[in-house]
């Protein structure tokens, strides 16, 4: 199967909070998890992304982790601020297949102050 | 540099008309695509390109049709237009290869058919 689930559709945090936003998938030929942060009137950009040889990748406050066992993996917003508002996606990709993402439903965050 | 361009940023259609949405990029990118975003369906791929002249059908092809006779341009043609079709289109490019797989986004073009 090509879907990617995601999960929540909607996170609210305090300013400070630890943000986390779960994806699970099962097509075991998925070799590549980007995520993609998108606000309002905007198009989606690259935030931060694993290939499934690490367990852990972190870029400032935004960490992923990834679990190949049970084909999960998660993004974690330290510290998070109200600028980090925004709808988040989950993607994956099979390399060789034209890089085509197949994105989760989207997790959208507030962060209250 | 622009990026990704896309045009128009809004448009409301009749059913059954038809119209182009237009999309262009700068970046000298190979591979390029159509998503659509519906609340709470995440990204759905229409079509994609993986060069000039050569084009094929993503998920959800079904209603239009894409073109891709420059590097720049991938237009996605609406043809007799549905209310199943009210969604915002992105448009994205990437380098060939599968290197970072960074997909460039558009804006967005917001339709509705009434």
Redesign the interface.
């Known amino acids: 199967q090509q879907q990617v689930k995601q999960s929540p559709q909607s996170l609210i945090v305090q300013k400070g909070g630890i943000s986390i936003i779960n994806c699970a998938y099962e097509n075991t030929a998925f070799d590549y998890f980007p995520w993609y942060q998108q606000f309002p009137g905007k198009g989606p950009a690259l935030l931060i992304a694993i290939r499934p040889d690490v367990s852990e990748k972190k870029e400032g406050r935004f960490t992923i982790s990834f679990n190949k066992s049970a084909k999960q993996f998660s993004l974690h917003i330290m510290d998070s601020q109200p600028g980090d508002s925004a709808t988040y996606f989950c993607a994956a990709r099979i390399t060789g297949t034209a890089s085509k993402l197949t994105f989760g439903t989207g997790t959208r965050l507030q962060v209250t102050l | 540099n622009a990026g990704?361009t896309q045009t128009p940023k809004f448009r409301i259609l009749k059913i059954g008309q038809s119209m182009t949405l237009q999309c262009t990029q700068d970046m000298n990118h190979n591979?390029m695509?159509w998503?659509r975003q519906d609340p709470?369906?995440?990204?759905?791929?229409i079509y994609?390109s993986?060069g000039a002249g050569i084009t094929?059908k993503?998920?959800v092809p079904n209603g239009y049709n894409v073109s891709r006779s420059t590097t720049e341009d991938f237009p996605l043609r609406l043809e007799l237009a549905a209310p199943s079709q009210t969604s915002v289109y992105?448009c994205?490019s990437?380098p060939a290869g599968?290197g970072?797989?960074?997909?460039f986004?558009?804006?967005?073009s917001r339709l509705t058919v009434l």
């Open positions: 990704v591979y695509y998503y709470g369906m995440g990204l759905k791929l994609y993986v094929d993503g998920e992105f994205a990437t599968e970072t797989g960074e997909l986004f558009g804006e967005g």
